[in-house]
């Protein structure tokens, strides 16, 4: 309960103008959301509350780092995250769950919750390939990685490549 209460912005007794709001996201966050993907999570996120007579806006901004496994050696390392986002928040009748940033509340309503925003741009500024800094730069060393080096194909000499069978057919020539 303690975690959905502290993404809970009530803005009903806020004064109109520009808040701020900080917020620690960490694996107990992810947990929540049953998302295993990475480990020991430390992402600070600022919110920039706008509250205005008819409307809200919501500037995102986050960053910090998250423990991934690399998609080449599998081998865990830090990787460093920032993302924005931005929302704007209207009231009315009508439900739209379809737009990614508009987000229409019912008339009455008095809080929002942003937890889920955190965690869509949070795991959305994860690139889809993650590759350990120590391969780019030739530092790590792993078995993984020395067993890909021997099976390079480019590695291998030509005559490797050949099958000896069709040596016999040049000799034809």
């Known amino acids: 309960m303690e975690r959905i209460s502290a993404f809970l912005i009530p803005f009903v007794g806020l004064k109109d103008g520009v808040h701020h709001f900080d917020f620690a996201v960490n694996d107990e966050f992810f ?12 992402v ?6 706008d509250k205005k007579t008819t409307m ?6 986050a960053s910090g780092k998250v423990n991934v496994p690399c ?12 993302s924005d986002f931005h929302l704007v928040v209207k009231f009315g009748d009508t439900d739209n769950r379809n737009d990614d940033e508009l987000l229409i509340l019912p008339h009455g309503s008095h809080q929002i919750d942003v937890a889920h925003y955190i965690y869509e741009m949070t795991v959305l500024s994860i690139p889809q ?17 020395e067993k890909l080096k021997d099976l390079d194909p480019q590695k ?7 099958d000896p069978r069709w040596n016999k057919l040049k000799d034809l020539l």
């Open 44 to 49: 600070k996120v600022h919110l920039v509350f």
């Open 71 to 82: 998609d080449l050696s599998n081998e865990p390392f830090d990787l460093s995250i920032s």
């Open 56 to 61: 809200l806006k919501l500037d995102f901004k």
């Open 129 to 145: 390939k993650k590759i350990h800094p120590g391969i780019k730069n030739g530092t790590l060393k792993s078995e993984v990685l």
């Open 156 to 162: 291998k000499s030509l005559s490797d490549k050949i």
């Open 31 to 42: 947990e929540g959301y049953d998302f295993f993907d990475f480990k020991k999570a430390d």
